[in-house]
């Protein structure tokens, strides 16, 4: 018998009311629930694969590593619901109505007519919701990156942008200017007919301002919940069964038990397949509650991610990385973050995990071929104990296939510094610069000979040109000794 105490009840919070489930279905995903099971359909279904981002909404957590509550822009149709045991989620219901009042976020984009058919508008709202929550006064790159998600076919985004930037940290009397506090007709881009017109369109005075003082509080019973151990959960409907283990033990024990069951954690590979292709997975083990799989250790020659962070949380990681280290020790850390600039959308990468992305072994993924050429060090786990491999094309064995064995967790990756003379540099050619997987892409390192031009190392590696990761061994021997010039490169 299990030793470990199992609960079947999940707790979480919709727009501030507390929701109970004694009977979660593993399959049900938020966004069905919440059209129609809560009744609030303002979240839209536009693609149920996480392509559109009409279905945004913004998922609250306590974090126990940082101490503190986090709030992210999710996909509400990739999310199951048994993944928000002790969560708070927000829809656009939540933050406000024409009943009542609207949000700041609601009646600019309202007034800059940046809503026509309004399909797109709740999830774009949302997005900008979450930004605002975590940074009150965005900048336009910040809230670029924010709407690179949500899709719209009406608007040609200008008004939405036009509306959202009235939140920069800049003067709202005029939507054109250059952010000096000047009227863009004051300014050198007057002469700027697209300019004028939109200036024209509508006007920001007396708009309602941001109050952050109005938003929902996270729930202190959550607060209280996100402090206690954790206890395993388990859930079981009609052709799915649940478990969140209750610790990294319980989740090793777990694993041998059911070897075959995956362990989800953001559900952006398995969830597109189980939602437009059918699949199902008659048992599911959830590993977003468990510590070790989110921490992140700074070491002397590289920094340890745990593998389920978040591709969002990678980032910041790496963005620090670069700012503390340096451009010559950061060389690997800048590559992946210009990558990372351009994979999925901000939602995704919110959900998404490092370790997922290695895992799922789909060569169009982008973080694989960097990973490998800067030799990264895989950490695994399972009931015979840890090992470690250097991950290289040989770690990938099929499309979708690992050389990990079935009952073993991928527990962390170490990300090295890059050393003196050391380059990298990553490539992906996709049909658009972002939010579009990559038809092809590459990690490249090249280690010069100290002082000099000669390749002393070099290590190419491709994705998305066959059904697994791919080592150009040949040019990368053939290459070696020889010197960096403009012969060798054409
Ligand atoms: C709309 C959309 C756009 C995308 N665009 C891009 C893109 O441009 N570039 C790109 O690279 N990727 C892209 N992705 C893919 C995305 O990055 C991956 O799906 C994601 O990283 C997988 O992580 P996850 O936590 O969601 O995995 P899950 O779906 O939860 O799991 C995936 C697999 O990994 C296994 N697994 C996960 N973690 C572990 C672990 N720690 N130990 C053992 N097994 C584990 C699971 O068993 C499962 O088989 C996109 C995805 C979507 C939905
Ligand atoms: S419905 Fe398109 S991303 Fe969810
Ligand atoms: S307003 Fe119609 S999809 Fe954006």
Redesign the pocket.
Same mark, same amino acid.
Request: glycine letters at 18%.
């Given at each position: 018998m299990s030793s470990v105490s199992v609960n079947s009840e999940l707790v979480f919070y919709i727009n501030g009311k507390k929701i109970v489930e004694k009977n979660a279905d593993p399959e049900e995903m938020l966004l069905a629930y919440l059209r129609r099971k809560v009744g609030l359909t303002g979240t839209k279904y536009g693609c149920g694969?996480?392509?559109c981002g009409a279905c945004t909404v913004m998922v609250s957590r306590y974090d126990p590593i940082q101490e503190t509550v986090l709030h992210w822009s999710v996909?509400a149709c990739?999310q199951p619901i048994c993944s928000l045991h002790g969560a708070a989620v927000v829809t656009v219901e939540g933050i406000g109505s024409t009943k009542t009042k609207l949000h700041p976020v609601q009646e600019r984009i309202a007034k800059a007519h940046g809503s026509q058919c309004g399909f797109c508008t709740p999830g774009m709202v949302m997005s900008m919701y979450t930004l605002l929550r975590n940074n009150p006064q965005p900048t336009m790159e910040d809230i670029r990156e924010t709407l690179g998600g949500n899709l719209c076919r009406c608007t040609g985004y200008r008004p939405i942008i036009d509306g959202f930037k009235t939140f920069c940290n800049t003067p709202i009397s005029c939507q054109n200017g250059d952010g000096n506090g000047k009227c863009c007709m004051e300014n050198s881009n007057s002469h700027n007919n697209e300019s004028i017109i939109s200036g024209e369109l509508f006007s920001m005075d007396n708009v309602l301002p941001l109050d952050p003082t109005q938003d929902l509080i996270f729930p202190p019973e959550l607060l209280i919940m996100g402090k206690k151990k954790a206890e395993r959960l388990s859930f079981h409907g009609e052709k799915v069964r649940w478990i969140s283990p209750a610790d990294l033990k319980d989740l090793i024990k777990l694993k041998s038990e059911y070897p075959n069951a +995956?362990?989800?954690?953001?559900?952006?590979?398995?969830? +597109?397949k189980v939602n437009l292709k059918g699949t199902v997975h008659p048992l599911v083990i959830y590993?977003g509650s468990i510590p070790e799989?989110r921490t992140i250790k700074w070491r002397n020659n590289g920094v340890t991610v745990g593998?389920?962070c978040s591709?969002s949380v990678l980032k910041d990681v790496l963005l620090q990385g670069i700012e503390e280290l340096g451009p010559e020790k950061s060389r690997v850390y800048q590559a992946l973050v210009q990558t990372l600039q351009?994979?999925?959308?901000k939602q995704?990468?919110n959900?998404?995990?490092?370790?997922?992305?290695i895992?799922?072994a789909?060569p169009?993924?982008?973080?694989s071929s960097i990973l490998a050429a800067a030799e990264c060090t895989l950490y695994i786990v399972s009931n015979d104990g840890a090992r470690e491999i250097c991950l290289s094309e040989e770690f990938f064995t099929d499309f979708g296939k690992t050389a990990?064995r079935p009952d073993?967790?991928?527990?962390a990756i170490e990300i090295p510094h890059s050393r003196p003379w050391e380059f990298v540099s990553a490539f992906r050619q996709?049909q658009r610069r972002e $939010?579009? $997987?990559?038809i092809v892409n590459s990690g490249m390192k090249v280690a010069f000979r100290h002082d000099s031009n000669v390749v002393e190392n070099l290590d190419i590696f491709y994705g998305g040109v066959g059904p697994t990761l791919v080592k150009a061994r040949l040019t990368c021997k053939e290459l070696m000794g020889s010197k960096w010039d403009e012969k060798l490169l054409v």
């Open positions: 694969g996480g392509g996909i990739l +995956p362990l989800l954690i953001g559900n952006t590979t398995i969830g +597109p590993g799989l593998a389920g591709l351009s994979l999925a959308s995704i990468r959900m998404a995990t490092i370790g997922g992305n895992l799922s789909n169009k993924y982008d973080l990990l073993e967790i991928l527990l996709a $939010f579009a $997987f990559s």
